[in-house]
């Protein structure tokens, strides 16, 4: 049997997962190699800031206890993230952009698959929306990874040094602490360590595809849903935080 | 010979349950003057595209007193959403309504089969090719399904761009979720 507290800090995870990816994409605003290019990021961006709102609105909703979406992205500090490290590293270039996206989108296809099935109905809603967008990330990011990956002497080296510098990374996204295990065996979380298989075997034949190299697990770095960060994080909630830290309550 | 075609036609279209159930509570409402009222409301990025078209519009009802407006947003990130909020509350206040509310619903899940046919036909004629999950879409201009696509992503998240080979005009095309 799962309690409130629990069920709070699961989607509290989910939330901060989604707006930090999201704040990074949005980053890419205006900034785009191409005008159809910058508004695909953008709008990637929007769907997961999207999903951020209502995981933090559900969050408020569970916790009743005055918080707001708004005072779960702009009043915690570092620490208090309990996002995945792959979400928060800094956009780096197009191409490593497009494989954090390519890594994270085959990874949330699957999640959401599952989590669509959830015993919380409210879960099982927001997960239905991001199923349906995941599709459509996906697509665009496989592509990118298929046309720069088998592209030009730099695009391919380009893509493969980002892969390469994000691998580490993706194990963390297999892990399954003590809430993911009771979550999962009361049928609202996903048993993620289920889900690393298929999810190894699909990125295997894309970068095969792509002319790739999958890398060694030679090293892992985990901690986020400790809230253990690398040093990027703080950094970008600097940026991301510091109107309403300036200003407390400020609005538009 | 074919005596029912639709029978052999896998294209054709069949009214959701949920949409069914829409349909239900605003024949049996006792709010059935708002659900008029609130057809004036349109989507801010499609105005051709009433709210009730658009499959955003759940529900009416009136709980002690106050009005209760229900609303299924249509994707995450979309931020007409809180404009369409915006704009029920300005045209119940305008009406001389202030005792009223607006509740998201997010459970079902909105998706594009609830756009009505009156509401495919709007965003054709405003230009932009209505949703399809098995037959080709065709040019909201022209009606060539020669076509190609320019980008997964568009103006808003809801669309993507393509273009016409036949006129080559480019065109939004509004993809199914």
């Known amino acids: 049997m799962i309690d409130k507290e629990q069920l709070k800090e699961f989607v509290l995870r989910l939330g901060d997962d989604s707006l930090v990816l999201g704040h990074r994409l949005s980053q890419w605003s205006s900034n785009g190699p191409f005008l159809e290019e910058d508004l695909a990021l953008t709008n990637v961006a929007l769907d997961y800031v999207g999903r951020a709102r209502m995981f933090y609105g559900y969050t408020a909703e569970i916790a009743a206890d005055g918080s707001t979406e708004d005072s779960y992205a702009y009043n915690r500090d570092c620490r208090d993230f309990t996002n995945l ?38 879960l099982a809603a927001i997960a239905e929306k991001a199923y349906k967008e995941d599709l459509y990330h996906l697509r665009r990011s496989t592509s990118w990874i298929l046309r720069l990956g088998d592209g030009t002497t730099q695009s391919h080296d380009r893509l493969q040094n980002a892969i390469d510098d994000l691998w580490g990374y ?41 002319t790739l190299t999958v890398p060694a697990n030679d090293w892992v770095v985990t901690g986020g849903r400790k809230g253990i960060h690398t040093e990027a994080l703080g950094h970008m909630l600097s940026d991301m935080q510091f109107l309403q830290r300036a200003y407390p309550g400020q609005q538009w | 010979m074919v005596t029912n075609r639709s029978a052999y036609n896998p294209g054709i279209s069949l009214l959701p349950a949920e949409n069914h159930a829409r349909n239900g509570r605003r024949k049996n409402s006792d709010c059935g003057s708002l659900w008029d009222l609130l057809d004036a409301v349109k989507d801010p990025e499609i105005p051709a595209l009433s709210l009730w078209d658009l499959g955003v519009l759940q529900d009416i009802t009136q709980i002690d007193g106050a009005i209760v407006v ?24 305008q009406a001389g309504y202030d005792n009223f509310r607006i509740s998201t619903r997010l459970a079902p899940a909105w998706t594009t089969d609830w756009l009505s046919e009156l509401g495919r036909q709007q965003l054709r004629l405003y230009g932009i090719a209505p949703p399809r999950n098995e037959s080709p879409i065709h040019c ?20 993507a761009l393509y273009q016409c080979r036949d006129c080559a005009e480019p065109f939004d095309y509004f993809k199914p979720i």
């Open chain 2, 140 to 159: 909201p201009r022209c009606d060539a399904t020669e076509i190609r696509l320019i980008s997964q992503f568009s103006s808003t998240p809801c669309k």
């Open chain 2, 70 to 93: 229900t609303i299924t947003p249509t994707y995450s990130g979309c931020p007409a959403m809180q404009v369409m909020a915006e704009d029920i509350a300005a045209t119940l206040r």
């Open chain 1, 170 to 210: 993706t194990t963390e996204l297999f892990e399954m602490d003590e809430l993911d295990q009771e979550m999962s065996k009361a049928d609202v979380g996903v048993d993620v360590a289920s889900l690393q298989p298929e999810w190894i075997r699909q990125v295997t034949a894309t970068l095969s595809d792509a």
């Open chain 1, 85 to 122: 490290l792959i979400h928060e590293l800094p956009r780096g270039d197009f191409a490593f952009t497009m494989a954090r996206q390519y890594l994270v989108d085959e990874f949330s296809l699957a999640y959401m698959k599952r989590l669509k099935l959830s015993r919380d109905k409210t």
